[in-house]
């Protein structure tokens, strides 16, 4: 994508309806071996500022950076012309996309005049903008809170003033920089006790799902691919699907019915996207456990998205960074066929017979999602077999475990240990004997 020019504005970087106007850069290192293209990545960028609704986004240009400069980021040059367009179009926030250290950051607002966000601020931004529910409210703010404890900057206001002197070991602004580290240290023990409870609550309902094994289908996948279309259109349901980058956040449950008649829990989750900070990884970790609990794993692609393949990429490293079990089946949906033109289409159709474990589909319309429903149906349909285990007193893990995944059909005492018969799939003994 060319540079875009900021469009005329005026003064206060209002556009007059109450939006901040905003601008995107997009620092270009290639060198540091980026996947994207940098077009493509400042496209993204820009969607995701888009997402909030109290910007103004008046445009985005991508930088060429041989290398980051360390107080400034930019160089010299490129910062007095920057801010020159800022002050001529009236700019009020610019987005970095990308890291920008504490001390870069405090650079480029003084110079510039402005409000100052890298990527993790603005995916900070969207998502509590977005959390609904009492729990993702308190995921996002642990997620915040652990990103400002490194910056101690704008959200705790009342580091703009420092103590007054009374001989304080180290001066003012130190005892005032600690004196804020542990009141975030002490928010983030107050949010993680109320997101534990949160956990337990969710174990409680896995724990009744087990006594009445019906398999959990999950859906991943990059934010924007059609997840949430196709959740719905599967089941019925009404989340919000949108074109817009994490239209949902919130974990949505529902029980889908397959040809065979057999039932399944299918679970939306959030989506995914390249650089996820690593706080929301932690954040969200709670959330995403309906993945790493999964019986079968649906990743849902947009096919049709020029950089598809990158995406994927990026959804299986945050996969793998979860601890999502490499046995659990999962199978590619190449989704939105729809936007395809007939050769792309016809020759995408052509893989997905060739290749097991991929179907392509349209959420939209709903083409290709009987012969989907039928692989779920097919991979969900591993055979079962009994057998009998003996296990000794001190075995109470494995015991545990076999009990939490339902499998167990009779048990006694016996010499030194538990019988007990078991009816389970090859996959579930293999994680059993992993214990």
């Known amino acids: 994508m060319s540079d875009r020019p900021p469009r005329g504005a005026g003064p206060a970087g209002d556009d007059g309806a109450g939006r901040t106007r905003a601008y995107v850069l997009h620092p270009d290192l290639r060198a540091a071996g980026a996947r994207r293209l940098p077009g493509h990545a400042l496209d993204e960028a820009l969607a995701l500022a888009a997402a909030l609704p109290h910007l103004d986004v008046v445009g985005g240009e991508v930088v060429r950076l041989a290398r980051p400069h360390a107080g400034m980021l930019f160089g010299s040059g490129k910062i007095a012309e920057l801010k020159a367009r800022f002050e001529e179009a009236g700019i009020a926030l610019v987005l970095v996309d990308g890291p920008v250290s504490p001390v870069q950051q405090r650079n480029l607002e003084k110079e510039w005049q402005v409000k100052l ?35 101690l900057v704008r959200a705790w206001t009342h580091l703009e003033r420092q103590r007054g002197g009374f001989g304080f070991v180290g001066g003012p602004g130190e005892t005032q920089i600690e004196a804020d580290r542990r009141a975030i240290d002490d928010e983030v023990v107050k949010i993680r006790r109320q997101l534990a409870k949160g956990v337990k609550t969710r174990e409680l309902h896995r724990a009744a799902r087990r006594r009445v094994p019906f398999p959990v289908v999950a859906l991943v996948g990059y934010t924007n691919a059609g997840k949430s279309t196709l959740f719905n259109r599967m089941t019925g349901a009404d989340v919000l699907a949108r074109d817009m980058l994490f239209a949902t956040l919130d974990p949505t449950m529902r029980a889908l019915a ?22 929301l990884v932690a ?38 960074s979860l601890g999502v079990d490499p046995s659990v089946p999962l199978i590619e949906v190449w989704n939105k066929i729809d936007l395809l033109d007939a050769d792309r289409r016809a020759a ?31 991979a969900l349909g591993e055979e079962r077999v009994h057998e009998v285990l003996h296990l000794g007193f001190g075995e109470g893990r494995r015991r545990a475990w076999l009990h939490e995944q339902g499998v167990v059909t009779a048990e006694s005492e016996a010499d030194g240990g538990f019988a007990l018969s078991v009816h389970w799939t090859r996959r579930q003994k293999g994680r059993f004997e992993a214990i």
Request: hydrophobic share 45%.
């Open 117 to 151: 966000l890298d990527r993790t601020g603005l995916i900070l931004e969207i998502f509590a903008d977005r959390a609904r529910t009492r729990e993702g409210v308190l995921q996002v703010e642990l997620a915040a809170l652990s990103y400002q404890r490194t910056r």
């Open 258 to 279: 397959l040809p065979t008649g057999e039932r399944v829990i299918l679970s939306d989750t959030v989506g995914f996207v390249s650089d996820l900070p690593t706080q």
């Open 348 to 378: 995408l159709l052509a893989t997905d017979a060739r290749r097991p474990g991929v179907h392509a589909a349209s959420a939209l319309t709903g083409e290709g999602l009987d012969g989907l429903l039928a692989a779920v149906s097919e």
């Open 283 to 320: 954040a969200f970790r709670a959330t995403l456990e309906e993945v790493l609990e999964a019986d079968l794993i649906l990743h849902v692609r947009d096919i049709a998205h020029p950089e598809s393949e990158e995406q994927a990429a990026d959804v299986v490293d945050i996969l793998e």
